[in-house]
Nanobody
Framework: QVQLVESGGGLVQAGGSLRLSCAASGRTSRNYNMGWFRQAPGKEREFVGTISWSGDSTFYADSVKGRFTISRDNAKNSVYLQMNSLVSEDTAVYHC???????????????????WGQGTQVTVSS
């Protein structure tokens, strides 16, 4: 009964910015950690970043650290990914995901998340 829907993807030139949104709906508690992942053609799904349920803890992949910021608004059941200084290597389908309820702490692996959005395409052009 929990669904995640991403939005905000699109085409942007290198150096530009995009803000992705992930809206959660259904019968779910706000007490869950959330993650962002991305997958480029021919590549494995890659961890981008994660945020705790309270929003007070985050960590990021080295490839995006300093450029991307995860935030959340639990009153709106939404998680956001602000992407700045985009480069062509950021081109991918971006997915938000809810961490498994049995896990304590922030995790990087896709298997530690059990609800996924459908993804939104981000394309960075030069």
């Amino acid at each position: 009964q929990v669904q995640l829907v991403e939005s905000g993807g699109g085409l942007v030139q290198a150096g530009g910015s995009l803000r992705l949104s992930c809206a959660a709906s259904g019968r779910t508690s706000r007490n869950y950690n959330m993650g962002w992942f991305r997958q480029a053609p021919g590549k494995e799904r890659e961890f981008v970043g994660t945020i705790s349920w309270s929003g007070d803890s985050t960590f990021y992949a080295d490839s995006v650290k300093g450029r991307f910021t995860i935030s959340r608004d639990n009153a709106k059941n939404s998680v956001y990914l602000q992407m700045n200084s985009l480069v062509s290597e950021d081109t991918a389908v971006y997915h938000c995901a809810k961490q498994r309820g049995s896990i304590v702490g922030l995790t990087r692996t896709p298997e530690s998340y059990n609800v996924w959005g459908q993804g939104t395409q981000v394309t960075v052009s030069s």
